[in-house]
C-alpha cells in the first residue's frame, strides 16, 4: 500500500468527518446561558480530547515511536466503519431535527423523538461518533490511534448517556421510560 495514498486518504476522511458535522448536517451548542459543568466535561471529551489525541498520535506516527501499518482489508474496513458513521450521524441529526444540540438540554416544546433510526436505538449519533473516531485508526494501520482518540469518545459517550437519559426521564416521566423500555441504549438489539 503506497504511503502518500494512505496519508492522502486519511486527510481526505478528516476533510469529509468535518463537512458531516459542521456544512451537511445542522451544528448546534444549543440555548443561551452557562453550560453545566456535565456540559463543559462533554466538551473536552468529544471536542478537545480527540483533535488533542490526533495531534499526539500523529506526532508520535511522524516520530516512528509508534506504527503505521496499513493493510487493504483495514484500509477498506476504515473507510466502510468511517462512511456508516457519517451516515448514521447524518440521518440521525436530520431525524431530530430542531431538538439537536450539542449541550444536555431540552427545548422549548421539546418532543420524544422515536421514529426513524430513533425508533431501533436511543443515541445513534454517539454511535455514529463512536464509529467516525474508530476509522482512522484502521485508516492508517495503527492501533495508537485507538487508544489515543478512539478510548476518550468512548469514555465520554459512556459517561454522557446516563446523564442525558435521566435530563429526558425527569422531563418526559414514564414517556420516556416507555420508550426507553422498546429501545437499546447505543448498539441496536443488544445494548
Request: proline share 6%; charged share 20%; hydrophobic share 50%.
Amino acid at each position: 500500500m503506497n504511503d502518500q495514498f494512505v496519508v492522502f486518504s486519511y486527510y481526505g476522511y478528516f476533510v469529509l468527518f468535518l463537512l458531516v458535522e459542521f456544512v451537511f448536517t445542522r451544528f448546534r451548542l444549543g440555548g443561551g446561558g452557562k453550560a453545566s459543568k456535565e456540559d463543559r466535561r462533554s466538551f473536552l471529551f468529544f471536542f478537545v480530547a480527540p483533535f488533542v489525541g490526533m495531534f499526539v498520535w500523529m506526532t508520535l506516527l511522524a516520530r516512528d515511536i509508534v506504527p503505521a501499518n496499513p493493510s487493504w482489508p483495514q484500509w477498506i474496513l476504515g473507510v466502510a466503519v468511517g462512511l456508516t458513521g457519517f451516515a448514521v450521524r447524518i440521518i440521525a441529526k436530520r431525524t431530530l431535527g430542531r431538538f439537536f444540540t450539542v449541550r444536555l438540554q431540552l427545548e422549548k416544546d421539546h418532543e420524544i423523538v422515536d421514529q426513524g433510526i430513533y425508533a431501533a436505538v436511543r443515541h445513534p449519533l454517539y454511535l455514529g461518533f463512536i464509529l467516525e473516531w474508530m476509522a482512522p485508526p484502521l485508516i492508517l494501520g495503527s492501533p495508537a490511534g485507538f487508544l489515543l482518540v478512539t478510548l476518550p469518545i468512548v469514555a465520554g459517550v459512556l459517561l454522557r448517556i446516563p446523564r442525558e437519559e435521566a435530563l429526558l426521564t425527569e422531563g418526559f416521566g414514564e414517556k420516556y421510560r416507555s420508550y426507553m423500555g422498546r429501545t437499546k441504549r447505543l448498539i441496536p438489539g443488544v445494548w
